[in-house]
């Protein structure tokens, strides 16, 4: 059990676009998803927390309006990466806490590529 | 703010050599947690110690939480080529309420020569 998905796993996207990342936990419910950025051999860098039913808080430094969260179910979080900039090329990974747990479970990653 | 540091960086053995990394936290933790992450995966938990002094494991890994609960250890006794990957420690933090996340260390690579 604790299973999370992302989707895409990987993106290649035009300056200037969008993208929208999924995070779902499939076998669990989560109240909380948490959102994270790793650069090449380094560690994670917590981006954001996802309530479901309430705002994203944010991390200082990471823009809210550039990096767009929500949480609209126990089950899935999206991220939205809006007019996307080759410095947001990095690899996402979500992680999903079960209701009462205290471990995360993380999601396979999604690589964004923006060119 | 909180901040957990991990050492070392990277350790390369040789397979059968044991493996220590090690993780201090500059505040004292309710809890910490140890994840893998493989090359090119995903973390994935290992462990959660909560207790003054404990020590867990799991096979050929040992786990230590300081008296003080601002330090621990992962030890790998033996080394084998599965055990390649990035390592990391992470104490929570409380983001409001009930709530919180979590700080990671920057992790230790470990590559194993077979």
């Known amino acids: 059990g604790a299973v999370v998905s992302q989707h895409p796993s990987w993106v290649i996207c035009k300056s200037g676009t969008s993208v929208k990342i999924e995070c779902r936990s499939l076998d669990f419910q989560a109240t909380t998803m948490f959102w994270y950025r790793q650069f090449p051999k380094q560690s994670l860098m917590l981006m954001a927390t996802?309530?479901?039913?309430?705002?994203?808080?944010?991390e200082q430094g990471v823009e809210k309006d550039k990096f767009l969260i929500n949480h609209a179910s126990l089950t899935l979080s999206t991220l939205t990466v809006t007019s996307a900039h080759p410095e947001d090329s990095s690899f996402y990974i979500c992680?999903?806490?079960?209701?009462?747990?205290?471990?995360?479970?993380f999601g396979p990653g999604t690589r964004l590529t923006v060119t | 703010g909180q901040q957990v540091m991990q050492i070392p960086q990277y350790q390369h053995v040789q397979e059968g050599e044991d493996f220590t990394t090690y993780c201090n936290s500059s505040?004292?933790?309710?809890?910490i947690q140890w994840y893998k992450q493989r090359p090119g995966g995903h973390p994935v938990f290992l462990i959660q110690l909560v207790k003054s002094g404990e020590v867990k494991k799991q096979k050929r890994l040992t786990f230590q939480f300081g008296e003080a609960k601002k330090n621990s250890s992962l030890h790998i006794t033996a080394t084998q080529t599965t055990d390649v990957g990035t390592y990391f420690c992470a104490g929570p933090v409380s983001s409001g309420g009930s709530n919180y996340k979590l700080t990671f260390g920057k992790g230790t690579l470990l590559t194993v020569n077979p």
């Open positions: 992680s999903a806490r079960r209701t009462g747990g205290y471990e995360q479970y």
């Open positions: 996802s309530n479901e039913g309430s705002k994203a808080t944010y």
């Open positions: 505040t004292t933790l309710s809890n």
